[in-house]
């Protein structure tokens, strides 16, 4: 207790005998939907260039099901890959206009990708949408953004090395 306080002290003995007041929460709303595919082999972006077409397709095309159901809508899109040495690269957009539209999904998340470094070998291939927002507090114009006309500039871009 005199090295964590008298409050944070009680907190942190009653947490490690599992005593906790609190209900509690089994359901929550999702922030972020995602979808990732590892490969068996390690592939390279140009000589490998119609199988990762094709799972990059996929992996778009679910991340944009997924968003169906409960009808979200997504702000931020991007990419991630994991070299072929285990590090972690991501790269994502802040779009204005929030969307679940499969064909917008794509366009950004590929924009994310070729920022990244596609000269290197890689082994997992991932595709997220995040800061999502539930059908009702959604711009009614999210799913007719012409994203061909105007080239969004990314309002914030995440970067994660692991």
Known sequence: M???GRNHGAWLFDATWGRDERPVVTESRPVS???????????????????????FTRLFEQVA?????????GRTIGGTL??????????AMTVQQATADAAQIRRIAGLCLKRLDLSRRFRLLG???????????APAAAENIDLKKRHPEPQREMVVIC
């Open 2 to 4: 005199a090295h964590f």
């Open 65 to 73: 099901a997924d968003l169906q159901p409960n009808g979200c809508v």
């Open 127 to 137: 595709v997220h949408v995040g800061s999502l927002q539930p059908p009702q507090t």
């Open 33 to 55: 939907v995602s979808c990732e595919t590892t490969f068996e082999c390690d592939l390279h972006a140009e000589r490998d260039r119609a199988e990762l077409g094709a799972v």
């Open 82 to 91: 994991h070299h072929a040495d285990f590090k972690q690269v991501t790269r």
